[in-house]
């Protein structure tokens, strides 16, 4: 263990100036059986610090082939190595400048042992959930309704949101969001989606009681729904429908819900495009316009990100393209999308890219980097960056 004179020694030899440096002088030594694999180090910012300080966790997360990442109680951030030519030293109790109170006259040394080291550490990056497994894993076993008398309910292949935590990477206040999103709903302590066509089931059930009761589909009482829907089907799917396809409120202590055009809108036109390849333009829009309750207006922006309108053909077509059904790297979903469609226009492509931005990254950073634009016809359109075999 160094004494003060030989730190002086030191300093006279390194020709620095005892009285330039602060006076405590920290002497570092190696303790027993130290290794560079003790401890892996990992750099947070100041939210993910305060995050920690104040007791809560942060998991990794992610299958064996899988690449890791990092989740905090409501965000996912992407796990890579940072090497740095530094060693970095792991030194408990030490205490950096800003901490000292330095208030001896006269210099003194602190013995401090090292107790690790390393010469890289782990970088945060924040990044997308990756949510499409969620939809897959839910697939396996989608719910289709109460079991048929005489036939025992499927029981393979169900997931708690426990199991779900364990396989997707994802936040657990994400994971919730998404399941909300795609519809889930918890059955006997597991998570379900629903079957496609028994859910378009409950709600044609529901807009079809909207119109016979001459109801406005901004007013439809829950307590009537559910006393007239029981005998059809289950009265928790029932108003498990109405939470996907409307707003609850309560007006005068009773409940209502208040159906969001857009949203039924939306389910009805993807049961009419569920199972054709390509739909005429305009007998679609007739048709749909028709399946809806009476006062409401379908448009064709309620399925940017589900239907693709061709206006090239003709007749003009529509057809089903879910943004959901798109791969979810980057390159992968460029290179599929411009194997549909040689050029696209900034409206028709958006809607199948904006969920690949990071954060403060824009749809149009997205096309420069990986598209090139020209004018066609007086339109700015997007064709890929290299050939895309068809």
Known sequence: MRTLEEVQATLEIAKLKEEDLLSTVHCLSFGDNVSSADYC????????????ESGESLVIRGDKDERAVLCSSDKTYDLKIADTSNLLLVVPGCRTPDQLTDNQDSTHVVH?????FCNSYWE????????RKLKKLLMENPYEGPAIRGQEDNTENRYTMEDLLERIQASEEELKTHLETIHA??????WRVLDFDYEMKLLGHVTQLVDSESWSFNKVP??????????????EMIEHCLNC??????ESGEVFYALHEDRVCWGLALMLLQNAVKFNLKEFQDVWQQSVPEGMTTRLEQLKGVALV?????????SLLRVEDLPEDTVERFHHLFSLREKWTEDDITPYIQD??????????LLTKYARSSMQSGVKVFNSRRPVAT
């Open 41 to 52: 180090l990992m750099e947070l910012d100041e939210t993910l610090c305060k995050h920690i």
């Open 112 to 116: 401090t042992q090292i107790w690790g």
């Open 124 to 131: 945060l990056r924040k990044q997308r959930p990756k949510l």
């Open 185 to 190: 709903c918890r059955i006997d302590g597991y």
């Open 222 to 235: 829950l307590h009537t729904s559910l006393e007239e829907l029981a005998p059809l089907e289950p009265r």
């Open 245 to 250: 396809y409307g707003k609850r409120y309560i």
């Open 310 to 318: 061709d206006r090239t053909s003709r007749p003009e077509t529509i």
């Open 356 to 365: 690949l931005c990071g954060e403060k990254q824009t749809t149009g950073a």
